[in-house]
């Protein structure tokens, strides 16, 4: 199987990375984080060509291994290990809680692996822009931008994408798309235990901080839902982590390392460009002065290796849309907040807390949202002020817990919380990772202050959750004790291990409705959306009895579009599949992609001038509920 090659790059890129000199951890993030700029470098590169296609990613992947492994060859073996001394405590090896943590996160991550690979990504988001945009290259062997009515399918960073497509097109379905985001989920805790041990944690605490990552509810409700959330945050945290071991270990090349993590993490998610500038200061602001003149070269080409990385995306962004960074609004609803000042980023901050508050007591809910609305009510900050909330979304205290859209991590907040008060109380700050956490701190305000409030932000905060995990094991088990954190974190496994076996759109309890084992693929699919499921196969059906290979579909913002393309059997980009109607900006592209006359024009949600309009264009329409299909024995131009 041609899949083969891609855990084939990343094995050499491991084993190149430990013949350099690093240890088994490091060497894992460093060969996520170069095999992803590999991505990018290879997916232009072809993009240049038109040969975004199977046959053109085994060849990019056939010449990229072989390279590594004349790599592995021909770089020497450096003995002694960079990664930190073992101290004493390591010394006496595991103990018996240090197991059952083991034994609990692997449960979690096998778990997650299970799912990812019976199952499909079904996140709303994904079913609407994620894969429709990956299937779009592979039909144009190209990532250039084309006419569409969901600017987000060109706009929004495509990181994750370029890496979903490698799996997508070489297994010629989305078998494994959703190993990307499960991937993420991993090496946060990875990377949060490289984090502990280069500020001098013990086994002990890096067992914590993986901990401490995996059982987080949002990131196990999202692990195998194909969003990038946890890519990004693995990639942000690889930044923080090469800046924090370059001022320890002194190593340059980690510098950059970590322009590469930068540029990858603002590749991956428009997030990453309000959590690194504070993370960035409070890391460097702590180098001694020797430091800043040995890194000032390598900071210069680290800086550049982030430009390279984006410049081909940004440049597209910018010929569409006058700005590198992509629309600072879909279809109206704007990103930022209408105005930026001390009320509005109070009351953002109360909102964003809020999505991560709910508790499993009804009565301490109700009171806690009361409480949020009385704190932002004394500022003189409205709750529901339309430039600060995104689009028409009132606040609303979050009352889905187990939805990878709307689920908080309570437990782990109060954690923080903990935390920072013990660092305001301490004597003696110096021993205390107190300037991450200030980071950290600074950065949620920033984004606070910043972005409009949305009931689904939890997720966005994902990143700052697992650069948190570090300070909270540290400081904790320092001011408090290690075994009661270590006992937080043993109970802590066991509702993380049953949101992993119970998702309420991948379950694999017997019973349970979106049983992966029991429901179809199809059914699968539509499990964020299942209200459509009737109309959009009747649809789907209509056309493949018709026999027609060229088809439209008028599509809009958020439309549930790939289970209409898979039921057409386009997944692979082999349909000859165009969007119609459309009034996005992006509509200049037309003469890009020359338009054919189609045969079937598939309307979703159809409004009553576009059903009159094709009718009189058509000759014959079929209606299954709200969806409309029109068929042109002549052919028409969508």
């Avoid at 997650?112 to 144009?140: C, E, F, K």
């Avoid at 692990?223 to 002194?250: M, R």
């Avoid at 960074?325 to 009351?347: C, H, L, M, Q």
């Amino acid at each position: 199987m041609a899949i083969i090659l891609l855990p084939a790059g990343l094995l050499l890129l491991y084993i190149i990375s430990r013949r350099l000199g690093y240890g088994i951890k490091v060497s894992l993030m460093n060969m996520a984080v170069i095999w992803q700029v590999l991505v990018v470098i290879l997916t232009e590169a072809l993009s240049l060509t038109g040969w975004v296609s199977k046959n053109g990613l085994i060849a990019g992947w056939l010449i990229i291994d072989l390279g590594l492994a004349l790599a592995c060859g021909v770089v020497p073996k450096i003995i002694q290990s960079k990664e930190t001394a073992v101290d004493a405590e390591n010394a006496d090896g595991l103990k018996w809680p240090d197991y059952i943590l083991l034994t609990g996160m692997g449960s979690i991550a096998l778990i997650s692996a299970l799912i990812t690979v019976v199952a499909p990504p079904n996140h709303g988001d994904v079913m609407s822009y994620h894969l429709p945009r990956i299937v779009m290259w592979l039909q144009h062997g190209s990532v250039s931008f084309y006419p569409t009515n969901d600017g987000r399918q060109l706009s929004q960073p495509p990181g994750a994408e370029y890496a979903v497509m490698r799996f997508h097109a070489l297994a010629s379905s989305d078998r494994f798309d959703g190993i990307v985001a499960w991937a993420g989920f991993v090496l946060v805790a990875l990377v949060a235990s490289i984090i502990v041990e280069k500020l001098g944690g013990s086994l002990r605490l890096q067992i914590l901080a993986a901990a401490f990552c995996l059982t987080m509810p949002q990131s196990v409700l999202i692990a195998s839902s194909g969003k990038n959330d946890c890519v990004v945050a693995f990639f942000i945290a690889a930044f923080a982590c090469y800046l924090i071991a370059f001022g320890i270990d002194k190593d340059r090349n980690l510098l950059l390392l970590a322009g590469a993590a930068l540029g990858v993490a603002l590749f991956t998610k428009g997030t990453a460009f309000f959590f690194t500038p504070p993370l960035l200061a409070a890391i460097v602001l702590k180098w001694p002065k020797s430091l800043w003149r040995e890194a000032t070269k390598q900071l210069a080409i680290a800086a550049a290796i982030v430009v390279l990385i984006n410049a081909a995306q940004w440049g597209r962004n910018a010929m569409l849309l006058k700005s590198p960074f992509g629309s600072s609004n879909e279809w109206g609803v704007k990103y930022a907040n209408d105005s930026i000042g001390p009320r509005t980023t109070y009351a953002n901050i109360l909102k964003n807390i809020a999505v991560h508050s709910r508790t499993p007591i009804r009565a301490l809910n109700y009171r806690i949202e009361k409480l949020i609305t009385w704190m932002v009510s004394i500022s003189g900050a409205d709750l529901n002020d339309p430039g600060s909330n995104w689009g028409r979304g009132k606040f609303k205290f979050p009352d889905r817990p187990a939805s990878d859209t709307y689920a908080g991590n309570p437990w782990h907040l109060s954690l923080i919380f903990l935390t920072i008060l013990l660092i305001i109380f301490a004597r003696d700050r110096k021993e205390l990772p107190w300037q991450l956490s200030l980071g950290l701190i600074v950065a949620f305000i920033f984004f606070c202050s910043v972005l409009r409030w949305q009931g689904g932000v939890a997720r966005f905060h994902i990143p700052l959750f697992v650069l948190w995990a570090a300070p909270v094991v540290m400081v904790a088990a320092g001011k408090l004790s290690s075994r009661l954190v270590t006992a937080v974190m043993i109970v802590l496994l066991v509702p993380a291990l049953w949101w992993g076996v119970s998702l309420p759109r991948q379950s694999i309890l017997p019973g349970r409705k979106n049983n992966i084992f029991t429901s179809s693929r199809m059914d699968l699919y539509f499990a964020h959306k299942p209200d459509l499921s009737e109309s959009y196969l009747k649809a789907v059906e209509a056309v493949k009895a018709s026999d027609c290979k060229k088809i439209g579909i008028v599509s809009e913002l958020d439309e549930f579009e790939y289970p209409i393309i898979v039921g057409l059997g386009g997944e692979t980009g082999a349909l000859d599949y165009q969007y119609a109607h459309v009034l996005h900006p992006s509509k200049k592209y037309a003469s890009r992609y020359p338009q054919t006359k189609v045969c079937a024009l598939i309307c979703p949600i159809c409004w009553d001038d576009w059903v009159k309009e094709y009718s009189q264009s058509t000759d014959r329409s079929l209606q299954f509920d709200k969806v409309y299909v029109f068929f042109s024995d002549q052919g028409i131009l969508p």
